[in-house]
């Protein structure tokens, strides 16, 4: 009798697994699935400068599955993290023939010691400055905005910077003698594990304060303690925010890079990235990007065996 495939591509036609023999009169029922999930987190801001350096806000956060196409290169950007004082991260992304390009934005870079000064906007917000400057604004469903800086103390010394922004929540506002908090980031079990990314950076504190604020859960770095202590990184391939200077001069600490991981069921039948596992995910292929790079599905990508015809 005939055979009868359940299968469907682009070109009508399916190819038969690499190395796979059909076992005496069976012949197998192929399916097509081209669904691929995605992370993609662009690096992060750095912190600000100065004596009361904002936060960094975390690299914008974008999540979710998307269909490809049988043997396509895609191309992957990896976002950096921005350079203090207060510079703003990269974008990450993932862009092809036939796919709507998946672009995530550098996290902004928190204010360097401006009195009344905002954060810079992006991914996520930067933290603002002291005299009540505001945090710089997100993206719309890449992160949360910066927190806003204390206010003016009369030269008291107990002078803040606000939160960075992060992908799960906005960071905090700076009182005097305690500095704004990161905001946390998100977790993503698409590697397999469950993993943080995309935390804002803590902002730093003039001479009189006493207390550093914790970067964001997710990578973000710590801001500085008063005017000795200098701000931390955001962590790197996480796109958390930097810290805050709590010293002056300070440069302001650098953002964490970002990172772009792509995800199947089945069987590699795909190539690029910085990693590839069949096993992180059980019954998934992770490619895990930390630089750019090129994710190219080969002519079986998405094909299995769902069952056999006998022959």
């Not at 002078?159 to 998100?186: H, W």
């Not at 792509?262 to 019954?283: D, E, K, L």
């Amino acid at each position: 009798m005939g055979i009868k495939y359940a299968v469907s591509n682009p070109t009508n036609t399916f190819v038969r697994p690499s190395g796979y023999s059909f076992p005496t009169g069976l012949s197998a029922i192929l399916s097509s699935n081209t669904s691929t999930d995605y992370l993609v987190v662009a690096g992060g801001g750095a912190g600000g400068g100065g004596w009361t350096g904002g936060g960094g806000g975390a690299g914008g956060y974008l999540t979710g599955t998307t269909p490809l196409s049988v043997s396509t290169a895609y191309t992957v950007t990896v976002g950096g993290g921005g350079s203090g004082p207060g510079g703003n991260g990269s974008n990450s992304s993932i862009s092809g023939t036939g796919l709507s390009t998946i672009t995530s934005i550098g996290g902004g870079g928190g204010i360097t010691d401006n009195s009344g000064s905002n954060g810079n906007n992006g991914g996520s917000g930067g933290g603002g400055g002291y005299n009540s400057g505001a945090g710089g604004t997100a993206v719309s469903g890449q992160g949360n905005n910066g927190g806003t800086g204390s206010g003016w103390d009369g030269g008291a010394q107990t002078v803040t910077g606000g939160g960075g922004g992060g992908a799960g929540a906005a960071g905090t506002n700076g009182v005097f003698s305690n500095a704004g908090d990161g905001g946390v980031g998100l977790a993503s079990s698409i590697s397999g594990t469950s993993t943080y990314y995309a935390g804002g950076g803590g902002g730093g504190g003039a001479a009189g304060t006493p207390n550093s604020s914790p970067g964001g859960l997710g990578g973000g770095g710590a801001g500085g303690v008063g005017s000795s202590v200098a701000g931390t990184a955001g962590t790197t391939n996480t796109g958390g925010g930097g810290g805050g200077y709590g010293k002056n001069p300070g440069t302001g600490s650098s953002g964490g890079s970002g990172i772009v991981i792509v995800r199947y069921s089945g069987s590699q039948t795909a190539t690029g990235g910085s990693s590839i596992s069949p096993s992180a995910a059980p019954g998934y292929t992770v490619h895990t990007f930390t630089g750019p790079g090129t994710f190219t599905t080969n002519s079986n990508y998405g094909l299995s065996i769902t069952g056999y015809s006998v022959n």
